[in-house]
T-cell receptor, first 114, second 110 residues
Framework: DVKVTQSSRYLVKRTGEKVFLECVQDMDHENMFWYRQDPGLGLRLIYFSYDVKMKEKGDIPEGYSVSREKKERFSLILESASTNQTSMYLC?????????????FGQGTRLTVV | GENVEQHPSTLSVQEGDSAVIKCTYSDSASNYFPWYKQELGKGPQLIIDIRSNVGEKKDQRIAVTLNKTAKHFSLHITETQPEDSAVYFCAARDTDKLIFGTGTRLQVFP
């Protein structure tokens, strides 16, 4: 059974803290993504990565950074958490094989910044 | 870049009725259009997808249609059941990344 695993289901952090959200996939996928989900706004792409040590900005990268040191792991970093970063964060992975385009999602991390 | 619009934002139907969700996209180069279902407390899961060289695809009670000229695609669910209640997202592929619509909350009443 394919899996994308996010390290935490729920997190509560204080304003100004550095926050790490971890994501691991076991499908040997090249592509990995971080999305943010907010009511009425859908899934918005924060950052994505095509390969180890590669990263590309998505639509809303401000206030975030990412790290991909190993193929199976993609981390989202909030350098200094703010209350407007309270949200549901979803990690996803997909293959670059054009015949297998499905993106698989983790269960999500609900982050609250107080 | 790609932009995807999705309507309606909420949809309530009686069990057994049909439900239709519509999406439009902006980039004519997009060639892959998946639909995801997100149940409460879970991540989105793919339920059906369509490529730009196909006009319609069916899988049991769900179907997707694509009109490339008009740049819109739709999800059709027939004989809805309470377990179809969820949030549905459409998406369009922009190179290697998926751009999602804003979601539709479908409620099926017994």
């Amino acid at each position: 059974d394919v899996k994308v695993t996010q390290s935490s289901r729920y997190l509560v952090k204080r304003t100004g803290e550095k926050v790490f959200l971890e994501c691991v996939q076991d499908m040997d996928h090249e592509n990995m993504f971080w999305y943010r989900q907010d009511p009425g706004l859908g899934l918005r792409l924060i950052y994505f990565s095509y390969d180890v040590k590669m990263k590309e900005k998505g639509d809303i990268p401000e206030g975030y950074s990412v790290s991909r040191e190993k193929k199976e792991r993609f981390s989202l970093i909030l350098e200094s958490a703010s209350t407007n970063q309270t949200s549901m964060y979803l990690c996803a992975s997909s293959s670059i094989d054009g015949s297998r385009t499905e993106a698989f999602f983790g269960q999500g991390t609900r982050l609250t910044v107080v | 870049g790609e932009n995807v619009e999705q309507h309606p934002s909420t949809l309530s139907v009686q069990e057994g009725d049909s439900a239709v969700i519509k999406c439009t996209y902006s980039d004519s180069a997009s060639n892959y259009f998946p639909w995801y279902k997100q149940e409460l407390g879970k991540g989105p899961q793919l339920i059906i997808d369509i490529r730009s060289n196909v006009g319609e695809k069916k899988d049991q009670r769900i179907a997707v249609t694509l009109n490339k000229t008009a740049k819109h695609f739709s999800l059709h669910i027939t004989e809805t059941q309470p377990e179809d209640s969820a949030v549905y997202f459409c998406a369009a592929r922009d190179t290697d990344k998926l751009i999602f619509g804003t979601g539709t909350r479908l409620q099926v009443f017994p």
